[in-house]
């Protein structure tokens, strides 16, 4: 199969995806703890444009079950492989991480992990048991695989009662099959449909600038609502390496803000949508729009 980037010319990125480095002592006071720790974080895996704004004000993503994925998504900057066992202690070590930051606010992702029979889902529960236990006042929100839409292992995810559970859903539909490894678009929707009807706040998120089309942006915000999804997060796609996924186009912060409106005008609670949106930036502030948490 040849090389992505030698089919398509690298387009320059625009002045609105300059990132303005926030490398503050809080921001220097949080990576000492994720190192200390052995964390492993979203923020720096997933080369994340936030990651020195986010650590500055005290908040990050934790990634559990390891940094290595079984899938291997054509987007994605996470290393693919041949994951190692989970680390039994690494729920008591998030959760001290947590209480050492002092966060209010915790977002928790994982690697997608294929090779365990319940897809790490009593690990993602015994870490949120982990950091409630510890952290009586944090908020809690995931960002999990689809766990192949078995309600036996979501039920098990929802039973930790967190405020908040997402799942991404990526990208539209017709370029899933390009973008995605093994995931599919109707699995997504059902995973999200799921948690939904267990009366969980549910959150999902989309890249834009893969080579979509408006109508099809819309149409998946559409099935993201009927699946009854209340928050979603649409960001622009940033090629990791030019192994990856090549950028079709840079959408501009107008068309970002036309995407959001159109959310809202859908029924969805809270949409952030913005070239640099990320599913967990500024994620404390759609909690605000959650009715009844989970919790």
């Not at 650590?55 to 559990?64: D, G, L, V």
């Not at 940033?238 to 029924?267: C, D, I, N, Q």
């Amino acid at each position: 199969m040849p090389k992505f980037h030698d089919q398509v010319d690298v387009l320059r990125k625009p002045g609105w995806l300059k990132i303005r480095l926030h490398r503050t002592a809080d921001y220097a006071e949080v990576q000492q703890i994720v190192e200390r720790h052995g964390l492993h974080t979203i923020c720096s895996s997933g080369r994340c444009p936030n990651q020195a704004e986010c650590w500055s004000r005290r908040t990050a993503t934790f990634m559990i079950l390891g940094d290595i994925c079984t899938r291997s998504c054509r987007f994605c900057a996470t290393r693919t492989g041949r994951p190692l066992a989970p680390d039994a202690e690494e729920p008591r070590k998030v959760a001290e991480s947590v209480a050492l930051m002092k966060l209010r606010y915790v977002v928790v992702t994982s690697v997608t992990r294929d090779d365990l029979p319940d897809g790490g889902a009593a690990h993602w529960a015994a870490t949120v048991e982990a950091i409630r236990a510890a952290n009586p006042d944090a908020a809690i929100e995931l960002l999990i695989p689809d766990l192949d839409a078995r309600p036996d292992l979501l039920d098990t995810v929802v039973a930790s009662r967190p405020d908040i559970i997402g799942h991404n859903i990526e990208t539209v539909e017709r370029l899933t099959p390009e973008v995605r490894s093994r995931a599919k678009y109707r699995t997504s929707l059902e995973t999200l449909r799921y948690l939904s009807a267990q009366g969980v706040a549910t959150k999902s998120g989309l890249m834009v600038g893969l080579g979509e089309s408006d109508d099809e942006v819309l149409e998946t915000l559409h099935d993201l609502r009927e699946a009854g999804v209340g928050i979603v997060t649409l960001g622009q796609y940033l090629r990791p390496t030019l192994e990856h996924h090549p950028v079709a186009a840079y959408v501009t912060p107008e068309k970002f803000e036309w995407y959001r409106s159109r959310a809202l005008e859908m029924g969805f609670s809270y949409c952030a949508s913005a070239p640099l949106v990320r599913s967990s930036y500024m994620a404390e502030e759609a909690l605000h729009s959650v009715e009844k948490p989970v919790r």
